[in-house]
């Protein structure tokens, strides 16, 4: 089951560290999170690949019947170089939006402080405001 997420990990082969980080918060991910992503056909987890003065384009799954919503995370390549505890945080916040199809959680309705509480809860906190 859990290795079937681990796919999702090979498009990112030639940003290792990146690569290394999503791995990690993969892993860390409860049973009921992997369970609902890997039973959806539509999610993916893929790259920005934004290029300067151009933009970016992302293709993404159709809605299926059974779902309303077609999931996606995109991650920026500049992750891998971003400080360990940020890169970790913005994975783990953005597979929580995903898993919350960008709605609340428990009695959290701001989609924001609700993606942070579920990371939070998988170990990855939001690290203090910092300038890098
Ligand atoms: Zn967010």
Redesign the pocket.
């Known amino acids: 089951m859990r290795s079937v997420l681990q796919n999702h990990v090979a498009s990112f082969e030639h940003l290792p560290r990146l690569s290394a980080r999503l791995s990690l918060v993969l892993r860390a991910l409860p049973e009921e999170i992997v369970e609902d992503f890997v039973a959806d056909s539509t999610f993916q987890i893929t790259l920005e690949n934004y290029r300067p003065g151009k933009g970016s384009q992302l293709f993404m799954s159709l809605p299926t019947h059974r779902e309303h919503v077609s999931r996606c995370v995109v991650l920026r390549s500049k992750l891998d170089q971003a400080p360990e505890d940020f890169a970790l945080y913005i994975i783990a ?2 597979l ?2 995903a898993f919350l199809r960008n709605g609340g959680w428990k009695d959290i309705e701001d ?2 402080h609700a ?2 509480a579920l990371a939070l809860s998988w170990g990855f906190p939001k690290p203090k405001l910092r300038w890098f």
């Open positions: 916040h953005e929580a939006h989609a924001e993606a942070d």
